[in-house]
């Protein structure tokens, strides 16, 4: 697989132009999506098992139980790739330990004008504005039902499910906002995610903010089975916000955090030329992800680790492209990881490879399981 997603994504992937990176994504899942639908077919059966037994790395050293959910690994495909939940029923095929699902809204929208997803390619990064595009909560519900997913508990990995507040909504009736689409989605979810931290909805941010925060969850989290629930911070945060959240969080018996979402810091790149607009990329809207993200995504967990709540359960990404980059992570106190623009550049074996690179660190320091080294602080080796 390394050498085929080499000679025929890599050309494509090298360049900033060439085909749209939206259109790219969108032609991958569908695929994907059909492959989920009809995996118990024989010959899609037999490129599953084929994909599953040179992706997967299977080793109870990389178990965990977290928020009630048992992760076969540490490492998960992050929110935004798989928006609508199409290709559900296999990204444990790819080595995955859980997939977060979204961001998805109660109503279905559009997102923003396009062209609205941009490759740096020499810096391994992108460029989004999508603006939370996705077909609602209830079409995600009858996709998951569609391709037969079994309910919590029952799967060979875990499902999360990221939600976002509708661009419709005003910001004041946000918490009935994200109520309703939890409500839909609650009984398919292991965990839930309240991402308030979207740079491309107006105003959502703001919802960062303590009084705002503790109102939405006690909302949220109030709703009868409730899934666990995390929040998706961003990454453009003070240390002194950062603090101030966790608390809330905290307080209100949120189960982790998810650090961080794309920046709207330019971080070094300002004068870099969006080549498909022609724009420097200090004058382009949209979150920055990828490899310029990492050093700003390793300090926010840092900064969470030095917080009064350093109890909350991190899951860290931004980024994330390699073996090391997932273990400075989990060393400074992330129990989970996820990737997405790293995994599109470097392909499916990045999962693996990150997996045997843990278990290597794991041996070297004198590790008996993944857990031990959250938060070690433990260099790489």
């Known amino acids: 697989m390394k050498n085929i997603y080499k000679f025929f994504v890599g050309p494509i992937l090298s360049r900033d132009k060439g085909i749209d990176a939206e259109i790219l994504s969108k032609i991958t899942l569908k695929i994907l999506e059909e492959c989920s639908l009809h995996r118990n ?34 490492l998960g495909l992050a929110a935004g790739f798989d928006k609508d939940g199409i290709a559900a029923g296999i990204w444990h095929e790819f080595g ?64 999360g499910i990221n939600l976002g507040k509708s661009k419709i909504t005003p910001l004041d009736k946000a918490p009935e906002d994200y109520v309703a689409s939890l409500e839909i989605l609650a009984p398919l979810a292991d965990y839930a995610v309240i991402n308030i931290s979207s740079p491309n909805t107006p105003g959502l941010r703001n919802l960062q903010e303590s009084s705002q925060l503790r109102r939405l969850i006690k909302r949220v989290i109030g709703i009868p089975n ?11 945060l003070t240390n002194e916000e950062i603090n101030n959240l966790a608390i809330v969080a905290y307080e209100e018996g949120v189960s982790g955090l998810i650090a961080v979402n794309t920046s709207l810091n330019r971080l070094g790149l300002e004068d870099r030329v969006i080549a498909q607009t022609g724009k420097q ?34 899951i860290g990404v931004g980024g994330i492209d390699s073996a090391e980059s997932a273990w400075e ?10 990737i997405y623009t790293g995994w599109i550049y470097q392909g ?15 041996e070297k320091h004198g590790f008996n399981h993944i857990s031990e080294a959250v938060g070690s602080n433990e260099p790489w080796k």
Do not use: W, Y
């Open 41 to 74: 077919t024989p010959i899609i059966s037999f490129a599953l098992q084929s994909i599953s037994k040179e992706l997967n790395i299977l080793d109870p050293k990389l178990e965990q139980k977290l928020f009630k959910c048992n992760f076969r690994n540490p």
């Open 96 to 159: 995955f330990g859980f997939s977060e699902l979204g961001t998805i809204t109660f109503h279905p929208q559009e997102g923003n004008p396009k062209p609205r997803l941009f490759r740096l390619a020499a810096e391994q990064a992108a460029l989004n504005r999508m603006g939370f595009n996705n077909d609602g909560a209830f079409e995600l519900k009858q996709s998951l039902i569609k391709q037969q997913i079994n309910l919590p508990g029952h799967r060979p990995s875990v499902i």
């Open 226 to 236: 409730s899934p666990p629930l995390l929040i998706k911070i961003a990454p453009d």
């Open 281 to 314: 990329l200090k004058d382009e809207l949209g979150g920055l992800s990828g490899i310029p993200l990492r050093n700003r995504a390793l300090e926010v967990i840092q900064q969470l680790r030095k917080s009064p709540c350093k109890e909350l359960n991190l």
């Open 329 to 338: 992570r989990i060393a400074a106190g992330a129990s989970l990881i996820q």
């Open 348 to 362: 499916p074996t990045l999962v693996p490879t990150i997996l045997r690179g843990l278990l290597s660190q794991l």
